[in-house]
DNA sequence: CAAGTCATGGCAACCGCTTGTCATGAACGG
DNA sequence: CCGTTCATGACAAGCGGTTGCCATGACTTG
């Protein structure tokens, strides 16, 4: 296109003057079904689209208010997580006729209150996904436009959750059953309120099943945290670790691996998510599945609800199922919990001597074997 | 909030009678700076401030079309190859006060363009990310607000792309210098401009190195399509295959796997664009790195150049380099290529048996060790 | 046949901000 | 002392729709 202007199409007025009718009516031929004549809102189609006429969006926002658009504000667009949580939302969104922006937080409360503050007026409702906000600024946003908060919870703002406790739960009695007496739980963002959640079940859990938890952290929840993980793990090993989420499991197994502990034969190791990737890994992770897809459909579902009914309907949690998924980075525990640990504290990227693979059996009924694996890290 | 309609705060008319000025001044105390007396001006703040005054930007947009927002359309936001591109792009708008509206194509010409229909309209530029519509429609798009495409070449379209043919050169010569004589190309969408590309280059690579090359696809750019891919390459095998991007390959070290085909004493696999994950599958993807941050930079102040001189600034492309990332999933060829074919011909889930560790020179200096992992496969 | 209904289309007033144009008066120069 | 110039602020016309209300005329009904 060649003038920076950008361009304007044909108006209801010109529709308007082309069909020798009134712009009213052609507004209304769009807008309001029943209310004109049949063959009149016909004539006035034909000459529009002829025309090409197309509805200025902002035009019609500006009086009414309704602009069709629905923020989805993420904490941080590089985390595999939010992949089928945007796919959910945005298909629930256009099937609505409403189109979603997708606002990314830089897992910053800042960042994420000033990306509101920019597209607050713009949308219609907003879908706050992990928010690294405190209550009160989300109850600030949510005084100006719908809001439902995704894996939170907040009296009085709707919103839609994963069963954190029943899935942390199952977590803590698989690694039970494969006799581990000792959990430690790898914690993520302060500011997150899953994080709370799961490290309080799995307490919980390990209290009822008189195993002993311990925490550490908190750790950035990417590959790069797992891995600071894993040096503090070093000092004080376990045999059984669950992490915040996916991402820091997987740095926790690559930073173990490196310092020499072999998983799951010396340490076990679960995530949490089950995230694009947490089934290649090495080895693929055992972890609790969130329901993603369904936790993005069903928070723009809620704001939709909302829209529609002019209030906050029922404010009860929508509360979505979690499931184990056992992969191969749980394993009973072994023996040679020591070693790996000296070898940690004498120095850093490792030297150990683990060489034959790992003996436990498959979870599930196929079982190809695959070669053995370095853990080079090009990072 | 209560009420459906989006709530309306103070307008400037507020702030005018309250600061006893006209509306008119209002408006221009914010946005015309020296146009009105600094002391006037200054109250006209205060009162502003103390009203909450807000600008409405869909009220500023429609008599000027400036609506601060920009559009990236990516083919699919499940695909890790956009999260730098996203990032660098969103980076890049807030910068210079934009917004960005991702919009997801879902691997779909028609979707995008049913995508694009309902935004363009709000947005004052487009950067189209491996765009799966035809240049015909791209062309439209360009008439009707300023665009720039990302990862394709279009004459009259401003575009910025990755350096496939140097990056792919240099994959094949990797191959070369490791003995290998034949490569494999697994094709993806073949509505990608960098699908051909990248075919193109390999194929005369392969020819001025002397060796043969060939091509199999289309497939989708995803695991799944990479195992597809692994099955066919079972019945035709090669030494060495590259693949149209990292997805694929690591769909097709999998599939392999399961084949029965160690990665890489077997078979040497490399990628392309260098995603998250692709150095933590197993083994580690040997991947032509793309610079997807720079990538969305890029394509973003491209665009802000446009919408800045009002006309299509010079149009040559903006070449970004790629770099050969060496990992573990390329090797010399081994000897044991039949064995695996004949697995597979067989029948599907692989009953293979190799099982010691592979043994390759890593390329890198650290060198622990890890145990092996298993193949199995919950999809 | 008069009065009441109803379907249909037009008029005009917004929505909130921008901006071209003009009025006003102070400062300034000759 | 008068005519210019300039800074400042007000007026009002849009931008492109939406929508309450009214006018019109056809049709129904008693």
Same mark, same amino acid.
């Given at each position: 296109?060649?003038?920076?202007?950008?361009?304007?199409?044909?108006?209801?007025?010109?529709?308007?003057?082309?069909?020798?009718?009134?712009?009213?009516?052609?507004?209304?031929?769009?807008?309001?079904?029943?209310?004109?004549?049949?063959?009149?809102?016909e004539r006035i189609r034909a000459v529009a689209e002829e025309l090409g006429y197309r509805a200025n969006p902002l035009a019609r926002a500006l009086p009414t208010g309704r602009t069709a658009l629905l923020?989805?504000?993420?904490?941080?667009?590089?985390? #595999?997580f939010f992949f089928d949580i945007i796919r959910g939302a945005e298909e629930a969104a256009s099937k609505a006729g409403y189109t979603l922006l997708v606002a990314d937080a830089h897992e910053s409360a800042t960042a994420e209150r000033e990306t509101l503050e920019r597209m607050i007026t713009l949308v219609e409702g907003v879908v706050l996904a992990t928010s690294r906000m405190s209550d009160s600024a989300i109850r600030v946003i949510a005084k100006q436009r719908p809001t439902v908060v995704l894996n939170r919870a907040l009296t009085d703002v709707p919103s839609v959750l994963t069963d954190n406790a029943r899935g942390m739960r199952r977590a803590v009695e698989h690694l039970a059953e494969l006799g581990h007496h000792t959990i430690t739980y790898v914690a993520g963002p302060e500011a997150s309120w899953a994080d709370g959640m799961r490290w309080r079940s799995l307490h919980d859990g390990a209290y009822e099943l008189e195993l002993r938890s311990r925490r550490i952290g908190p750790f950035p929840p990417t590959v790069r945290g797992g891995r600071l993980a894993a040096i503090e793990l070093a000092a004080h090993p376990t045999s059984a670790v669950v992490c915040y989420n996916d991402l820091i499991a997987i740095g926790v197994v690559r930073g173990l691996t490196e310092l020499g502990a072999r998983v799951p034969a010396e340490v076990s190791v679960i995530g949490f998510d089950n995230i694009f990737g947490s089934d290649f890994c090495s080895p693929p992770l055992t972890t609790v599945?969130?329901?993603?897809?369904?936790?993005?459909?069903?928070?723009?579902?809620?704001?939709?609800?909302?829209?529609?009914?002019?209030?906050?309907?029922?404010?009860?949690?929508?509360?979505?199922?979690?499931?184990?998924?056992?992969?191969?980075?749980?394993?009973?525990?072994?023996?040679?919990?020591?070693?790996?640990?000296?070898?940690?504290?004498?120095?850093?990227?490792?030297?150990?001597?683990?060489?034959?693979?790992?003996?436990?059996? #498959?979870t599930a009924a196929s079982a190809a074997t695959s070669p053995g694996t370095r853990a080079r890290t090009p990072e």
């Amino acid at each position: 296109m060649v003038n920076g202007q950008p361009q304007r199409g044909p108006t209801i007025y010109d529709v308007a003057r082309a069909a020798g009718v009134a712009p009213s009516t052609v507004s209304r031929a769009f807008s309001r079904p029943g209310r004109v004549n049949a063959e009149t809102a016909e004539r006035i189609r034909a000459v529009a689209e002829e025309l090409g006429y197309r509805a200025n969006p902002l035009a019609r926002a500006l009086p009414t208010g309704r602009t069709a658009l629905l923020a989805l504000v993420i904490s941080d667009v590089t985390n #595999p997580f939010f992949f089928d949580i945007i796919r959910g939302a945005e298909e629930a969104a256009s099937k609505a006729g409403y189109t979603l922006l997708v606002a990314d937080a830089h897992e910053s409360a800042t960042a994420e209150r000033e990306t509101l503050e920019r597209m607050i007026t713009l949308v219609e409702g907003v879908v706050l996904a992990t928010s690294r906000m405190s209550d009160s600024a989300i109850r600030v946003i949510a005084k100006q436009r719908p809001t439902v908060v995704l894996n939170r919870a907040l009296t009085d703002v709707p919103s839609v959750l994963t069963d954190n406790a029943r899935g942390m739960r199952r977590a803590v009695e698989h690694l039970a059953e494969l006799g581990h007496h000792t959990i430690t739980y790898v914690a993520g963002p302060e500011a997150s309120w899953a994080d709370g959640m799961r490290w309080r079940s799995l307490h919980d859990g390990a209290y009822e099943l008189e195993l002993r938890s311990r925490r550490i952290g908190p750790f950035p929840p990417t590959v790069r945290g797992g891995r600071l993980a894993a040096i503090e793990l070093a000092a004080h090993p376990t045999s059984a670790v669950v992490c915040y989420n996916d991402l820091i499991a997987i740095g926790v197994v690559r930073g173990l691996t490196e310092l020499g502990a072999r998983v799951p034969a010396e340490v076990s190791v679960i995530g949490f998510d089950n995230i694009f990737g947490s089934d290649f890994c090495s080895p693929p992770l055992t972890t609790v599945a969130a329901p993603l897809r369904a936790l993005g459909d069903q928070s723009i579902k809620r704001l939709l609800a909302q829209l529609r009914n002019s209030a906050p309907t029922e404010s009860r949690p929508t509360m979505l199922p979690a499931q184990l998924v056992v992969r191969e980075s749980t394993a009973r525990p072994g023996r040679r919990r020591k070693a790996w640990t000296r070898a940690a504290a004498v120095g850093a990227a490792a030297l150990s001597s683990a060489d034959q693979p790992s003996k436990r059996s #498959p979870t599930a009924a196929s079982a190809a074997t695959s070669p053995g694996t370095r853990a080079r890290t090009p990072e």
